[in-house]
């Protein structure tokens, strides 16, 4: 296999059947060893994490299908924790997107002189970002995602028509275990011209509470797969 590409949170490698294998790591975004998925900086190690993921993100993606969403999910062997993925073309250098169904974290940072922390926002609120640790993930508009020719209009409003959908079969999901999701990172990219879900949806992503109280991603993993 050739190594493509060193994330933070996993490695990609290319197959010789022109698909993509994933490998998951242990290492979780957050910031002074405290988990925090609105960081763009790995902050803290926890054994066992990756190939917990792993298993969560298969257990959604199978959701997904059921649901007739396509993604580029393919296989997966837990044992080694890689996962086999359709090939997809990101946009532009990579692009995060968030759905945020609760404002909190990064969120409130920016907008808090206009909303309290913790008030629901109805429908979801989706937002985009470049993803790029030294600029700190800057925002970006739909506009100018199509100023800059990163995707167009019509591949915008597909992206953001199966955030909303995505985020609400999750939530609804969680909802069943007696979680609350707060919000969630998805990245997309496109296959033979069509927008489809890649990476993973796994509890390093998500920002989920039970009774009032933020769920650690080890924990999470657990009460999902339990």
Known sequence: ???????????????ENGNVLLKFKDDCTGKDGVFDPGENAVG???DGIGRANLETSVMFFELLKKAGIKTHYVSADLDNATMEVLPATVFGHGLEVICRLVATGS?????????EDGTRLEGG??????KNDEKGDP????????ALNVMSG????????Q???ITRLVADELAKKGLDLYDIKFEF???????ILIDEIASGNMRVYKDGAIVDPVTLNKLILG
Request: proline fraction near 0%.
């Open 125 to 130: 609120y989706v937002e985009t970002t470049f």
């Open 189 to 195: 990219g496109y296959n033979n011209g069509e927008v």
């Open 107 to 115: 969120f409130i940072r920016r907008y808090g002189d206009y909303i």
């Open 1 to 15: 296999m050739e190594l493509i590409y060193k994330g933070k949170t996993k490695d990609v490698y290319q197959l």
């Open 44 to 46: 803290l190690t926890i």
């Open 163 to 165: 955030t909303l959908t």
């Open 154 to 161: 019509e591949m915008y409003d597909s992206m953001k028509e």
């Open 139 to 146: 925002l970006v508009t739909k506009d100018a995602l199509v």
